[in-house]
């Protein structure tokens, strides 16, 4: 459908990241008991792996947060510390 104005710009996308957390829910399984637990990712390390692969790249925490929440990826806070810094437990697959 042509636009009535040529000079209109369309809304900013935001980055289809469904693609790329599907790749890392191929990797790693959302584990419930931290004995099962191989990894431990903060949520800014996961955006960072992927604006390492895009850097251009414009989405928000909230997608990923969603995202994990929706295939049960746990967040806990770091196991052995005492303090409340949080992250998501998961096992690599090999």
Not at 19 to 48: C, R, W, Y
Not at 54 to 74: C, H, K, M, R, W
Request: hydrophobic content about 40%; overall charge negative; cysteine-free.
């Amino acid at each position: 459908m042509p636009k009535n104005n040529p000079f209109e710009q369309d809304p900013p996308k935001e980055y289809d990241i469904f693609g790329i957390m599907e790749v890392f829910h191929q990797k790693f399984l959302p584990v419930s008991d931290i004995a099962d637990a191989t990894d431990f990712f903060t949520t800014q390390e996961i955006v960072n792996s992927i604006l390492d692969i895009n850097p251009v790249a414009e989405f928000g925490t909230d997608s990923i947060i969603a995202f994990l929440e929706e295939n049960n990826y746990q967040y806990i806070p770091e196991p052995g510390k005492l303090s409340l810094h949080f992250k998501w437990m998961v096992k690599r697959i090999s």
